[in-house]
């Protein structure tokens, strides 16, 4: 359970660091004159650290729990960029659509950690090489394919990918 809170934590770090980023790329935006780096703005280089400091965290507690918990976790980073991006940068438009669709993300995570499996097993390469040869993965990998070959076929039709092309084309 603290590890998890932990993990909270560090999505939360994380999520601050990439705004306090976009709020230093938007005021050198808006400045006159010539515009510096993104290397050269104080801004910038505190979100980064703290994006560091976060990565480095995950590292350290990916040793101390199961994956099938902590990873879960890390797409709270999302809801929390909901909460705080208005703060940071106040012309982030948060409409009653990304509320939703972050409320079904957290659902999802909520039942991803409660189900999770309480240790994560260690498999020799021999082991991962069988499971890669098993029927299940070989229909699994074709189903995955073949879900992305739609969704890149779809956005062609349409002339134009929108978020949900590029996040099924992620997935």
């Known amino acids: 359970?603290?590890?998890?809170?932990c993990s909270l934590?560090?999505?939360?770090?994380?999520?601050?660091?990439?705004?306090?980023?976009?709020?230093?790329?938007?005021?050198?935006?808006?400045?006159?004159?010539?515009?510096?780096?993104i290397y050269r703005q104080p801004l910038w280089c505190l979100g980064m650290a703290v994006i560091i400091v976060d990565a480095c965290g995950d590292f350290v507690f990916i040793g101390l729990a199961p994956q099938s918990l902590l990873a879960p976790l890390g797409s709270l980073s999302l809801g929390?960029?909901?909460?705080?991006?208005?703060?940071?940068?106040?012309?982030?438009?948060?409409?009653?659509r990304i509320v939703a669709a972050t409320g079904l993300i957290y659902a999802g995570t909520i039942l991803s950690v409660l189900f999770a499996a309480d240790e994560s097993p260690t498999y020799a390469l021999a082991d991962i090489c069988n499971f890669i040869l098993t029927t299940r993965?070989?229909?699994?990998m074709g189903a995955c394919v073949a879900f992305q070959c739609v969704v890149a076929g779809h956005g062609r039709t349409r002339r134009r990918y929108g978020i949900v092309h590029y996040c099924g084309l992620a997935g």
């Open 1 to 5: 359970l603290l590890i998890a809170a």
């Open 9 to 37: 934590t560090l999505s939360f770090g994380a999520a601050i660091g990439v705004n306090v980023q976009k709020m230093s790329m938007t005021r050198e935006t808006k400045k006159e004159g010539p515009k510096r780096p």
């Open 137 to 140: 993965f070989v229909v699994y």
């Open 80 to 96: 929390w960029n909901i909460i705080l991006a208005p703060i940071f940068n106040p012309t982030e438009v948060v409409t009653r």
